[in-house]
């Protein structure tokens, strides 16, 4: 997926400000502890005077002093004031840089959000970035799925940020969050809040902006799954239920959940369970299932669906691939990955 890309003036300028900023802190730092101990050796003065005569000197705020300087007290601070004042200068100009670059950086880095987000054609928005939501990231992360997400707490922006997540601050129950989030180009929505009242408004305002966008919302009750499926959502999930019945089914019937493990890709397992969707002009396109091994596609079709009708399990080797039917297919990675290249449209010659 597209990550928060970092500019290298954002680098560049932050970078140095922070040098610089490190250098003078020292530098500071260093000046402070030879002021208090000259005054305290020249002037016999106790620590929390000479501190104090060494902070109004290099700050210049023309404080009295705490006793009258003597000839060797006066070199001293002659000395110590062409040394230490420009340093002092230099020190808050540095933390002045510092404070206006980072501000900059993250207006920088706003703006390159904002462009890679408007660039995002077909994509998914995810709205909360709870323990769900995050699943559902890294899952889509994993297949190189575009994806943007949605959430009202500032204090997830530095984690999307880190993961390299692109990420729009505000509540998905607004218009204009769901807009910078390019809800109108996605492909598909995934409501993971637990709020059912949340999740049902938000699918509602998806619906609206993008009638064709698929709705994958989230649901805590059975009254939630009832009115996200009257919004629109295409598919609704109760966390809850779905992990009950993974539990009952890992004791009951261990066999098939090792199966469908198959279909979390990147799970580490050599065979995978994959949809392979065929594009116009598909090199896999008007071909019998039995001719797919002599094109070097060594796959299991599990299943394949064609437009509005049923899905076909178990479909015969006469069954003969079509143009636009997305296909279930078992296989080693491979063979999958040479299904999908001939699956979609081959490029023009030039």
């Not at 995050?134 to 943007?148: C, G, H």
């Not at 997830?156 to 109108?184: H, M, P, R, W």
């Amino acid at each position: 997926m597209p990550r928060l890309p970092s500019t290298r003036l954002e680098d560049h300028l932050y970078g140095a400000s922070s040098r610089r900023l490190a250098v003078a802190c020292g530098a500071l730092i260093a000046l402070t502890a030879v002021g208090t101990i000259g005054f305290a050796l020249v002037e016999g003065l106790s620590f929390v005077d000479s501190l104090y005569m060494t902070v109004i000197t290099l700050s210049t705020v023309g404080f009295s002093e705490v006793a009258p300087a003597s000839e060797a007290g006066r070199w001293f601070t002659i000395c110590f004031i062409a040394v230490g004042v420009g340093t002092a200068f230099y020190a808050f100009v540095a933390l002045a840089e510092f404070v206006i670059e980072g501000r900059l950086r993250n207006v920088l880095g706003r703006r390159s959000m904002k462009r890679t987000i408007d660039s995002l054609r077909n994509h998914v928005v995810v709205c909360g970035f709870g323990r769900l939501g995050q699943v559902v990231a890294e899952r889509l992360t994993q297949s190189s799925t575009p994806f943007v997400i949605i959430d009202r707490d500032p204090t997830l922006q530095a984690e999307c940020d880190a993961s390299g997540y692109l990420f729009v601050l505000g509540s998905a129950l607004d218009d204009d969050v769901l807009a910078a989030a390019g809800i109108d180009r996605a492909r598909a929505l995934v409501v993971a809040t637990n709020s059912d009242s949340d999740n049902t408004f938000v699918a509602l305002l998806a619906r609206e902006a993008n009638p064709k966008i698929d709705i994958h919302a989230r649901a805590e009750t059975p009254a939630g799954i009832r009115r996200l499926r009257l919004a629109g959502a295409s598919q609704v999930i109760s966390p809850h239920q779905v992990g009950g019945q993974r539990i009952a089914n890992a004791i009951v019937r261990p066999a098939v959940v090792e199966f469908l493990e198959l279909s979390a890709p990147g799970s580490g397992a050599a065979i995978d369970l994959e949809e392979v969707a065929l594009s116009e002009g598909s090199r896999v396109a008007s071909v019998a299932l039995r001719e797919l091994p002599g094109r070097g596609i060594h796959v299991s079709v599990v299943a394949i669906k064609r437009g509005d009708e049923p899905i076909r399990l178990r479909p015969g080797p006469d069954e003969v691939l079509e143009a636009g039917d997305r296909v279930i297919v078992v296989g080693d990675r491979d063979n999958l990955a040479l299904m999908a290249a001939l699956a979609v449209t081959p490029p023009r010659q030039a």
